[in-house]
């Protein structure tokens, strides 16, 4: 019994190191991210994605990067951009970017797993969306698009508000705008950190190495290093699939891959595999019915194992492949170090924010894209979770006084 409340704690108070390690980074991150969706206008940039060519494909993964990092969003947007005209292929690009692209991801993967990995994360994301992208306009199945797009529901989602840039990034208004915009995405994502991390930190504990190292067959020496690669890029998609985890919440999870052994293809397969959990493709299928979500899903899981491939080959002949891994105990300690400082800037920023988003809320409505979330079941989880981590908490602070 002890040794059970010892890793229960343990495994809380990880989780809670994971939230120490990035809390600043996601200030940052969706600070600048509220800036980008306060002060760039988007109508300029919706009305050229109607086409299947390399303008609609560049201006999708411009906006999309240019978005909240939230997967629901993500979905919802896509699911508007299509309402408004956009190709298909424009859409996908569009999910693409918005969850690999954005730079909350990017500080996140570079504090866990280094500049590697965000090197990797933003060619690859380039990568992904062009092997998506063809591969949509091969297999192109027009009536079952065409259908889809009839059965997409009429929003009103603000995406193609127009405004002077110059003249709104000077107003009291435009900044009362990013606060409202900071607050907003957090709002939609703080379910997926939340549930991600704290599986992250559960399974750095309590899942042994050996069943990573059968998983990904880190021990399969008499197997060619080929085939344990492409093994390890198959594999990883259907991992994160089933941790039901989102866009910034499976970075934590990558890093118990690293440390475990899983190798560099695997790895990025996992992280880019947020989009293929399941209530992702189940509210794609309530968007476009199911046929078509599930061609999305196939699209996106030989565009993701060919994308890790493809960047395993370029990592390799720069011999940059990471080859140290990023022990987790070690990123979750609490010390007066940077993080420290970082953390308490960042917090009196967020407050700044919050007070700016109070004050866009005296005088505007909310309005914010109609869009899915994870549902009853979703927010039963999110409930456990947060239990889950304070009887964790409390686990381990009895553990260290008695």
């Not at 299947?52 to 947007?77: E, M, N, P, Q, R």
């Not at 908490?393 to 006084?401: G, K, Y």
Request: proline content about 2%; charged content about 15%.
């Amino acid at each position: 019994m002890e040794t059970f409340f010892q890793s229960f704690g343990e495994s809380a108070k990880t989780t809670l190191g994971f939230f120490w390690k990035s809390g600043w980074a996601f200030i940052l991150g969706y600070f600048v991210s509220g800036m980008i969706q306060a002060f760039v206008p988007k109508k300029e940039l919706t009305k050229y994605m109607g086409e299947a060519d390399v303008k609609s494909i560049s201006l999708s993964t411009f906006f999309g990067a240019a978005s909240s990092s939230c997967s629901f969003a993500a979905l919802a947007a896509a699911r508007s951009l299509v309402k408004k005209g956009a190709h298909f292929i424009a859409a996908v690009a569009f999910m693409f970017a918005s969850t690999n692209l954005v730079i909350e991801l990017g500080i996140l993967i570079l504090i866990f797993l280094g500049w590697q990995f965000l090197a990797a994360e933003l060619v690859g994301g380039l990568v992904l969306i062009a092997i998506s992208s063809l591969l949509i306009k091969w297999t192109y199945p027009e009536s079952w698009l065409q259908a889809a797009r009839q059965k997409v529901e009429q929003e009103d989602d603000g995406l193609t508000e127009d405004f002077d840039w110059k003249k709104r990034i000077k107003s009291k208004e435009g900044w009362q705008l990013v606060g409202h915009k900071f607050v907003n995405d957090w709002k939609m994502a703080w379910e997926d950190i939340l549930i991600g991390f704290t599986i992250a930190g559960f399974v750095a504990v309590l899942v042994p190495e050996s069943f990573w190292t059968t998983l990904f067959l880190a021990d399969a020496q008499h197997l060619p290093g080929w085939l344990v690669t492409l093994e390890n890029a198959l594999v990883a998609p259907f991992v994160a699939a089933a941790a039901f985890i989102g866009s910034m919440g499976n970075i934590p999870l990558a890093t118990v891959l690293n440390q475990n052994g899983v190798l560099f293809a695997g790895i990025m397969g996992f992280i880019y595999s947020d989009l293929m959990v399941p209530p992702l493709v189940h509210i794609n299928a309530k968007y476009y019915g199911w046929r078509v979500a599930l061609y999305i899903a196939g699209i996106m899981f030989v565009s993701i194992v060919l994308t890790a491939l493809i960047l395993n080959g370029i990592f390799s002949f720069l011999d940059i492949i990471p080859e140290s891994r990023r022990v987790v105990s070690e990123i979750t300690q609490f010390k007066i170090d940077y993080t420290f400082w970082m953390n308490l800037v960042f917090v009196w920023i967020a407050g700044a924010l919050i007070w700016l988003h109070k004050k866009y809320m005296q005088t505007h409505e909310m309005k914010m894209m109609d869009m899915e979330s994870g549902g009853k079941i979703k927010n039963i989880a999110v409930t456990i979770f947060i239990i889950i981590n304070v009887l964790g908490l409390s686990a381990f602070v009895f553990t260290q006084l008695f």
